[in-house]
């Protein structure tokens, strides 16, 4: 089931309509008619549809958008502290110095485990945690 189709209408393409099917003669022949005296109106009252669209987008202001108010965006610049520059040296290495471990033991893998009593190596050995 690695690979499925699905069906013509989950697509994304092709969401066209097609053509308009009527009922009935009647219906067709009653749009056709409405769509015409539609067309009549408009020239009789001469709009041109899209004259009007393009008069209207060219008379329209330019769209600037609010400034976002963001925290931070009134408030008072305060300067950063000043401060001198010293150069980053590596700290010195970190190296175990008393005598408290015993050893160092392997658990599993990688995993090393610092062992401070007899007892800790012992259960190490058993592999009890």
């Not at 393009?54 to 609010?66: E, I, M, Q």
Request: glycine fraction near 6%; charged fraction near 30%; include cysteine.
């Amino acid at each position: 089931m690695s690979m499925h189709l699905a069906h013509p209408a989950l697509s994304t393409t092709g969401k066209k309509k097609g053509k308009h099917k009527f009922r009935n003669a009647d219906q067709a022949r009653k749009s056709r008619e409405l769509d015409v005296s539609w067309k009549e109106l408009q020239k009789k009252w001469a709009t041109k549809t899209e004259v009007k669209k393009h008069k209207r987008a060219l008379s329209a202001k330019v769209y600037n958008p609010p400034v976002p108010n963001h925290r931070g965006v009134g408030d008072p610049k305060i300067p950063s502290r000043v401060s001198s520059w010293d150069p980053c040296i590596k700290p010195p290495d970190k190296v175990y110095t008393g005598s408290e471990m015993i050893g160092i033991g392997q658990l599993h893998k990688s995993n090393a485990i610092p062992i401070f009593k007899k007892s800790d190596a012992e259960d190490l050995a058993k592999m009890r945690r």
